[in-house]
C-alpha cells in the first residue's frame, strides 16, 4: 500500500513539474484585444518604482476600456515582474513577445534592465517605452526605443542653476552606489565646468547603509559650499539626518529620486531647509492656474488616490504617461507595430504628468526643461520655488 | 583630530549595530555548532515588528519590545522545530541551503506584510547628539552598546551559573555525552534558537531608531555581521562584541583615509585575513572545526 | 551503453531545436543549457571533491566580463576574447584556491563566500573599465566565419552543443583514476593522503576545472544577452548556483541538468504569484531539503526503486556504489 503511495506521490510530483514548466494558462478574454506589456520591477530593492508605475498603467487601461477601447478594440495589459534582475527582464520580454503576442512594451523602471533588453526590442521590432532615466536609453538614438522619465541631466541642470543664483562655487557630492546614483554622479561631474563649479569631494554610499557620518566627515574638511547627495530612499533620509546630527549648516541638494512623501516620512525634521528638482507632480496646488500640465496632473492624482487609496508618487507618472502616449500611437494603427512607432515619433504637444513630449526621430525622450522644478522642503512641505 | 574623532564615533556606531548580529551568530554556533543564514533577518523582523508594535499601534516601550521579542523568539523556535530538527541527515550544506531558504521565506512574507518601502522609529530618548571636541554622536549608539555588554554579560552569567545554560553548553561540546547525562539536547538545540532569535531581535529593536528599517535590510547586515562574528571568534561572546566594534572602525576608517567605494570590501577582506591568518579569531580560544 | 545515452541525448537536442519554433521557449532551454554548464562545473567541485563554493559566481562574472571588455572595448574577435577569459579566470582561480583549499567545511564556504563579494564589489566599484551598475552594452554577437550565430536557433544549439560535449568531459573524468581519487578525498582526505593521493593539487586542479566551467558559461550568456551587469554575479547567483546542485543532486551529472532546469523554470512559472513569489521560492527551497537532501535525482530514484515492489519486475542490479 505504502508502495503504491510513492508511486502515486512520484507521478504527481512529475505532473505538478509539467504544470510548471508549461506555464499556468492565462485567460485572454478577448480575441481582438490590442495586448500592451508592461515590465516593471515590482519587487525587489526598487519595488518603490514598479509598484506605482504598474498600478499607473493599470489604471489607464481601465479608462481606457470603460470608454470602449480603441478603435473598437480593448486593451489587455499583460505585466510581468522584472525584480530589476536583467536576465529575467530579458526572458520576461522575450515571453512577452513571442508568448503573449504583445503590441507594444512599457517599461522597465530601471536603466540596466532596459538597455538589457534594448538588442531584443530592436531585433523583433517591438515598440518599447521605458520608465527610466538613464541617458543611454536614448542617446545614441534606436528606433524602437522611447522613454517617458526626465533625463539625469535635466535635473542636475536644474540643481546648478539654483546653485549659480546662489553663487555655490565649490561642492562636495554623495552618490548611492547603484546605477541611478552612478548617472547623476556622471551628469555632476560633466556639467560642473559649464555652470562655474567645482566638485571638491566625491563620496559613495550604500543602498542600506546605516550611517554615513564617515563620509560626511570627508567632505565638510574639503570646505565646500553645499552638498548634493543623489540616491532614492532610504539612504537620502539617513544622510539628511546625519547632516543634522552633524551640525553642518551648508546647504543640502538632494535629487529627484526623493521626490515622494515618503522621504519626509522617513527624514523626519532633518528634511527642514533641503532643496531637490522634482517633477510638477509634488507641488501641484502651487502651480498657476495657466500652467498647462495642472490639470493633467489634478486628474491623475484625483483618480490615482481614489483608486488605489493611497498618495501618488512622481514615478508612476511615468507609465501614465508612457501608457497614454501609446494610446494615442495605437489609434489608427490597426495593430501594426510599424505604424505604432511612427506614430509614436510624430507626438507633438502632448502634456503629461512627466512635462510637455514633442517626439522626434532624434529626440525619444522628448522632455524640455519644463519637466523639473526646484522646491525647498519647508515645515514638512514641498515649496515650489520660484524659477 | 575632530575628523578622526567623527571617523571614530561613525565607526562604534556601525561597530555596535554588528556587535549585536554577530552575538546572534555567535550565541546560535556555541549552542549547536550551526551557521544560521537567517540570523539577519531575525534582526529584520524585530526592527519591523517593534516599528509596528510601537509607532502604529503605540504600546508603551517596554511592552512592545518584550513583545517583538517573544515573537522573533516563537520564529525562530519554529525554524528549529519545523526544519532543522526534521533533516534526516544533516550534511552541513544541507542546512546552509535550508536557512538560505528561510532567509529567503521571511523576506517574502516581510515584503507582504510590511510593503516594499522603508519605515523609520524614533530614538529611545529624546536626547540631542552628544558633542565630544567637534565630533557628534548618537545616543541611540550608547542605548545599543549599553545593551550589547548586558547581554554579553547576561549569557556569561547564564552559562556559567545556571544550569540550563552549563547543560546547553554540555550540549555544545558533546551531543551525545549530554544526552548520556540525561540532558534533553534536542531541547537544548530548540532553546539555543529560541534565544539567537531573540537575541536578533533585540538587535533590531536597537538599530531601528537609527537606520530605516525594510524588508530587505537583513541581508548584507547578515553577511557583515558574520564577518565581524568570525573577526572576534565565533566561539567567543565577548570575541563577537571585539569583532563587531572592529569591524565597524574599521570601516570608517576606511572611508576616512581612503575611499567610501570600497567599504563594503573591508569586512571580507577582514574575513579572509582572518581566515588564512587566524581562523579562531582574535579572541577564539580554540580551533572550533566542527565539519 | 553510455554512447547510446548521449546519442539520444543528441537527438533530443535536434528535435528540439527544430520542433521548438516560440523564441521564448527556445531561449528558455538556452538559458537551461547555460545554467548547466554552470551547475555541471560546481557539482564536481562540490559533489565529487566535496569542496564548497559560496561564492562561484564571480568566476561566471569574470569570465562574461573579460569577454564583454575585450569585444567592446578593444575590439577583439570573441574566439579570441574566449581562451582570453578561460586562462585569466583559471589564473585567479588557482590563485585563490592555494590558500583557500586549506580550509575545510565552514570556513571554506565562508572563504568563498568573501572572494565572492570581494570579486562582485569590485566589479562594480571599477566603474571605469565595467561600466559600473549600468553595465556594459553592445557587446558583439557570434559568428563563425559567415556564419551568423545570433539567431535564437543556432545560439541553442550551440549552448547545448558546448553542455553534451560537457558531459561527456565531466563522465570520463569521474570514472578515470582521478575521479576515484576525487571521490576518495571526498569520503575522507586523510585516508586519502595516506594512499599517496596528492590532495591539495587535485583539489586546487577541480576547482579551476570547476571556474574554466563558469566562465564559459558566463562567456555564453554574455554574447547572447549583449549585455552585462553585476546584478548577474552577485551573492544570490552564488546561492542559486550552490542551491541547483544540491537540488538536483550531489555527484550526479544528470542531477546539475535537473538542477538547473527546475531552478531556471521555477522563477518563471513563479510570475503568476508575484508578490508571493518570493515566499514559494524559499518554501520550495526549504521542503526540497527537508524531504529530499541527497538531492532531487536520488530521491526520485529512490521512490522509482520502492514503487519496484507494486510492479513485480526485475529490479536492475545496482551498479556499483558510486555513480
Known sequence: MKAALNVLLKGLVILVLALLIGGIPSLSWSQNAYKIGGLFAITGPSSFLGEPEKKSMEMVVEEINAKGGIDGHLLEAVIYDTEGDPTKTVLAANKLISKDNVLAIIGPSLTPTTLAIVPVVEKEQVPLISCAAGIKITEPIKPWVFKTAQSDVLAVAAIYQHMQKQNIKKIGVLTVENAFGESGKEQLLAQAGPYGIEIVQAESFGGKDTDMTAQLTKIRSAQPQAIVCWGTNPGPAVIAKNVQQMNIKIPLYQSHGVASPKFLELAGDAAEGIFLPTGKILVTQQLPDTDLQKSVLVKYIEQYEKLYKMPVSGFGGYAYDAMNLLAKALQGSDGNKEKIRDALEKIKGFVGVSGTFNFSPRDHNGLGSDAFVMVQIQKGNWKLLSP | MQEFLQYLFSGVTNGAIYAVIALGFTMLYNATGLINFAQGEFVMLGALSMITLWKGLQLPLPAAFLLTVAVVALVGLLLERLAIRTVRKPHPIVLVIITIGASILLRGIAMLVWGKDAHSAPSFSRLAPIEIAGATLLPQSLWILGVVLAIVIGLQIFHRKTMTGKAMEACAISKRAASLLGIPSERMVLLAFALSAGMGSIGGVLIAPITMSSYDMGMMLGLKGFCAAMLGGLGSSWGAVFGGMMLGILEAMAVGFFSSDLRDAVAFFVLLLILYARPSGLLGVKAVQRF | ?323
Open chain 3, 1 to 323: 551503453m553510455r554512447k547510446l545515452k548521449y546519442g539520444f541525448f543528441l537527438l533530443v537536442i535536434m528535435a528540439a531545436g527544430l520542433g521548438i519554433t516560440n523564441s521564448y521557449y527556445l531561449q528558455l532551454l538556452t538559458f537551461i543549457g547555460i545554467n548547466t554548464l554552470l551547475a555541471l562545473g560546481l557539482n564536481m567541485l562540490m559533489g565529487y571533491a566535496g569542496q564548497i563554493s559560496l561564492g562561484h559566481a564571480a568566476f561566471y562574472g569574470l569570465g562574461a566580463y573579460t569577454t564583454a571588455i575585450l569585444t567592446t572595448a578593444l575590439n577583439w574577435s570573441p574566439w579570441l576574447a574566449l581562451p582570453a577569459a578561460i586562462v585569466l579566470v583559471s589564473l585567479v582561480a588557482f590563485l585563490v584556491a592555494l590558500p583557500m583549499l586549506k580550509l575545510s567545511g565552514y570556513y571554506l564556504g565562508m572563504g568563498t563566500l568573501g572572494f565572492g563579494m570581494i570579486t562582485f564589489i569590485l566589479i562594480r566599484q571599477w566603474s571605469t573599465v565595467t561600466g559600473g551598475d549600468s553595465g556594459l552594452v553592445g557587446v558583439p554577437s557570434l559568428a563563425l566565419g559567415p556564419l551568423s550565430l545570433a539567431s535564437g536557433k543556432a545560439y541553442f544549439y550551440l549552448v547545448w552543443v558546448v553542455v553534451l560535449i560537457s558531459f561527456i568531459v565531466c563522465e570520463r573524468l569521474v570514472d578515470s583514476r582521478v575521479g576515484r581519487a576525487l571521490r576518495a578525498i571526498h569520503d575522507g582526505e586523510q585516508v586519502a593522503a595516506a594512499m599517496g593521493i596528492d590532495t591539495s593539487r587535485l583539489k586546487i586542479g577541480v576547482f579551476v576545472l570547476s571556474a574554466i566551467f563558469a566562465s564559459v558559461a558566463g562567456f555564453l550568456y554574455v554574447h547572447l544577452v549583449s549585455f552585462i551587469s553585476p546584478n548577474s554575479c552577485d551573492f544570490l547567483v552564488s546561492v542559486r548556483l550552490v542551491t541547483m546542485v544540491v537540488i538536483g543532486g550531489m555527484a550526479s551529472i544528470w542531477g546539475s541538468l535537473l538542477g538547473a532546469s527546475l531552478l531556471t523554470i521555477l522563477p518563471e512559472s513563479l510570475h503568476v504569484f508575484s508578490d508571493y513569489e518570493m515566499i514559494v521560492y524559499g518554501l520550495i527551497l526549504m521542503i526540497i531539503m527537508i524531504f529530499l537532501p541527497q538531492g532531487l535525482t536520488r530521491g526520485l530514484l529512490d521512490l522509482y526503486e520502492r514503487s519496484a515492489a507494486v510492479y513485480p519486475r526485475k529490479v536492475k542490479s545496482r551498479e556499483p556504489a558510486d555513480e
